[in-house]
């Protein structure tokens, strides 16, 4: 059973394009993160959500819309796809969003390349 | 802010020797967590151990173990009896809760290569 599943692997869109990348957690958490991991592997996060509440947006571009319809999910939409947002994007999750010891346990990512 | 910072782009040892990997953080607070991710080429992020600042003794997971040196602000991983599927990046990451959360902060990354 994956503990933390993304939809699709793998995304080819191009430039002006909407998309969105899903993310499932069946592990009961009650935390989830959307992560970006650039050309040169430097992994960054853009958002927290905890019980479907965001907590963490780290200067995203509003062109990132981050939706949890309930604890278990979190899914990224992006409008009008840059060059620049081609990367893997990383969906993870943690038992609480207040314990900073808590393991972070990884989606396999989303390759995103926007020609 | 806090920085992680990992100096070693990339490494190589031979299986079954021990390999060192650098790790420097920069922060004010004195109660926080360090992490050590593996991130294979399946892409998949795993995590190998983690220590509590706090706590003076350094963690051990098998083969893996830290040098947690908290005034140098230093935790490195050591690797002992690699392996071929210790090959991936690894990446240190410091946490610490603020305002009821807590976030990640990653560092570069070090490509460990090992060659049989």
């Known amino acids: 059973d994956t503990a933390v599943s993304q939809t699709p692997k793998y995304l080819v869109t191009q430039m002006g394009n909407d998309k969105s990348i899903k993310c499932e957690q069946n592990l009961g958490h009650d935390t989830m993160y959307w992560y970006k991991q650039d050309s040169k592997k430097f992994l960054k996060i853009m958002f927290s959500?905890?019980?479907?509440?965001?907590?963490i947006n780290e200067t995203v571009p509003n062109r990132f819309s981050p939706k949890s319809p309930d604890k278990a999910h979190l899914n990224l939409h992006i409008n009008s796809l840059e060059l620049g947002d081609s990367a893997v994007y990383f969906c993870?999750?943690?038992?609480?969003?207040?314990?900073?010891?808590?393991?972070?346990?990884f989606g396999p990512g989303t390759r995103l390349t926007v020609l | 802010a806090q920085t992680v910072t990992q100096s070693q782009p990339e490494m190589s040892v031979q299986e079954a020797e021990t390999v060192t990997l650098s790790c420097t953080y920069d922060t004010s607070e004195s109660d926080y967590y360090l992490f050590w991710y593996k991130q294979p080429p399946s892409r998949q992020m795993i995590l190998v151990i983690r220590?509590?600042?706090?706590?003076?003794q350094n963690a051990t997971e098998n083969r893996f173990s830290v040098n947690f040196q908290k005034a140098a602000k230093s935790f490195s991983l050591k690797i002992s009896d690699s392996q071929l599927g210790d090959a991936a990046m690894y990446f240190c990451a410091y946490s610490r809760s603020a305002a009821g959360t807590y976030k990640y902060i990653f560092g570069t990354g070090t490509r460990l290569k090992v060659l049989a």
């Open positions: 959500y905890n019980n479907k509440e965001l907590i």
């Open positions: 993870a999750s943690s038992p609480t969003t207040t314990y900073s010891y808590n393991e972070q346990f």
């Open positions: 220590q509590e600042a706090y706590k003076q």
